[in-house]
């Protein structure tokens, strides 16, 4: 967590490690806000730079209601260059990997292509993964940049993510194989 913050109805925001803004900065107006006004659940926002750091961030929020009212919005913010660091070690097998996409399916990580980062499968030419998302859990193949992927997808209820483990379909195959030998 990179910081934590609220932001309230009347325009008042409060933010830790402590934020200094050199302009006026209303809460109100950020994406972040708009898009948790009408949410009585958590939401996550797509990725985005930050205004003061440059940092690209995703941000956690949920509205704070008081006596019936909505009285503000808190939240907490995590740096996606630490969030890969964390899943960039975990390894599938010799060829597979986790991806991370938010709900609108923009690559959030992505350990072997960071490339992809910010940009939809569509916006890649991707076409194998235009299965992605059909159903929860769906299994599913498709060729990516010249290799034949074995897929699952998993969609979180809480946050709308799509965790995607893939890997070569020779390399599951082979494991197949051995055990169907023993």
Not at 21 to 49: C, F, G, H, Q
Not at 109 to 135: C, F, K, V
């Amino acid at each position: 967590i990179n910081f934590v913050f609220f932001g309230t109805e009347s325009g008042g925001y409060m933010e830790y490690p402590r934020f200094v803004p050199l302009n006026a900065y209303d809460p109100r107006l950020r994406p972040w806000y708009v898009a948790t006004k009408t949410e009585a659940k958590l939401v996550m926002s797509e990725p985005y730079i930050t205004n003061t750091t440059n940092d690209l961030v995703v941000s956690f929020t949920k509205p704070v209601v008081q006596e019936g009212a909505m009285v503000g919005v808190v939240g907490l913010t995590v740096r996606l260059d630490e969030l890969m660091n964390s899943v960039a070690g975990v390894r599938l097998g010799k060829t597979g990997s986790i991806w991370v996409l938010s709900p609108d399916r923009h690559f959030m990580l992505s350990p072997l292509n960071r490339e992809w980062i910010m940009h939809t499968p569509d916006e890649l030419g991707l076409s194998g993964l235009s299965s992605l998302g059909y159903g929860d859990a769906a299994s599913f193949e498709g060729v990516v940049e010249g290799r034949t992927l074995l897929m699952r997808t998993l969609v979180s209820e809480q946050s709308g993510l799509y965790f995607v483990a893939a890997m070569d379909k020779a390399e599951v195959l082979s494991q197949a194989t051995v055990v169907t030998n023993l």
